[in-house]
């Protein structure tokens, strides 16, 4: 690793604008449904976890682009007042920034996204700043651009940089990408996807063999499931009132960052993100709901389980 390492996280991946609507219920088709709250918010996966990362003390670095429209201003400022170095964030004219209509349904928090990223803001492989994404201790990608984000993580781990996944969908470049990431942590559906494997413990043990040193996999209220050092640790997950759960996945890496960064055990720095992602799903936005690290802690503590 360089000699001088400038932050503890660097993170190059998606932002958006969320605009969410909190309904009754989900609408029929042809149907006019009154919303019962809006809200205009920060969001996008990396973007997300840096925010949660910056507010938990971390020093944390964005890499990505921004339209040149007002979205991409409201979505670089956001950051900004949250104190992300945005040094290699690329504002692109004539580019709207990438933004969501997310409906929630208000009885059970659970969303739907309908999103729109215009091409103009892909990151290709030879425009990755190969000195920017070796800056940190961990550099997290979400792979939304595959080939970029292996070319960085390629980079990264030749610097000795750790790099963290979150994996959510399978496309050119992803094979290379998880074979060059030192932590895979992955939504529900991608093992399957990735390996064509059904059974959840055996396609994690195929993607380890691919290269990962960790695989782990989000399961929402069922908690979470990691195989590390050759076993599979479990914890449950966190019973609360619902109010919007977008987000919930970014808050948990961002948390299982923060854990590995403190060199917190594994079944903690699982523990602690499932309760920072359950506590997120409290409040509306993908950010509405980042607890402090002392309010997480004594969360998972008293909190109640499934």
Same mark, same amino acid.
């Given at each position: 690793m360089k000699d001088q390492v400038r932050f503890d996280v660097? *993170?190059? *991946? #998606?932002?958006?604008?969320d605009h969410i609507c909190i309904i009754p219920r989900f609408p029929r088709y042809e149907e006019k449904l009154r919303m019962r709250d809006f809200k205009r918010a920060g969001g996008g996966q990396v973007a997300s976890a840096l925010v949660a990362c910056s507010r938990w003390g971390l020093k944390v670095k964005y890499i990505g682009k921004m339209g040149g429209d007002e979205m991409g201003a409201f979505s670089y400022e956001g950051l900004r007042m949250e104190g992300v170095n945005l040094d290699h964030a690329q504002r692109v004219g004539g580019a709207m920034n990438q933004f969501a209509f997310i409906l929630? !349904?208000?009885?059970?928090? +659970? &969303?739907?996204i309908i999103w729109k990223r215009d091409e103009k803001l892909a990151m290709k492989p030879e425009e990755?700043? #190969? !000195?920017?994404i070796t800056m940190g201790r961990y550099l997290l990608l979400d792979g939304h651009d595959a080939l970029a984000a292996a070319t960085a993580a390629s980079e990264a781990r030749k610097h000795g940089v750790t790099v963290v996944l979150d994996a959510e969908t399978v496309k050119e470049g992803t094979r290379e990408l998880v074979a060059s990431s030192d932590y895979v942590i992955c939504s529900r559906d991608f093992p399957e996807a990735f390996t064509g494997e059904r059974n959840l413990e055996k396609a994690m043990e195929l993607i380890h063999r691919g290269g990962p040193i960790c695989v782990g996999v989000t399961l929402g209220r069922d908690g979470a499931v990691c195989l590390w050092e050759g076993k599979f640790i479990r914890v449950k997950g966190f019973r609360v009132k619902c109010i919007d759960s977008t987000g919930a996945g970014d808050i948990f890496h961002g948390a299982f960052i923060y854990g590995l960064n403190k060199g917190w055990e594994m079944e903690k720095i699982l523990d602690f993100a499932n309760g920072a992602a359950a506590l997120n799903c409290t409040c =509306? *936005?993908? &950010? *509405?709901? =980042?607890?402090?690290? !002392? +309010?997480? #802690?004594?969360f998972i503590a008293t909190g109640e389980r499934w």
């Open positions: 660097v *993170g190059m *991946g #998606l932002n958006a604008v929630v !349904d208000v009885t059970t928090g +659970e &969303r739907t990755v700043p #190969l !000195d920017a =509306i *936005g993908a &950010r *509405g709901g =980042i607890k402090p690290v !002392d +309010e997480i #802690l004594h």
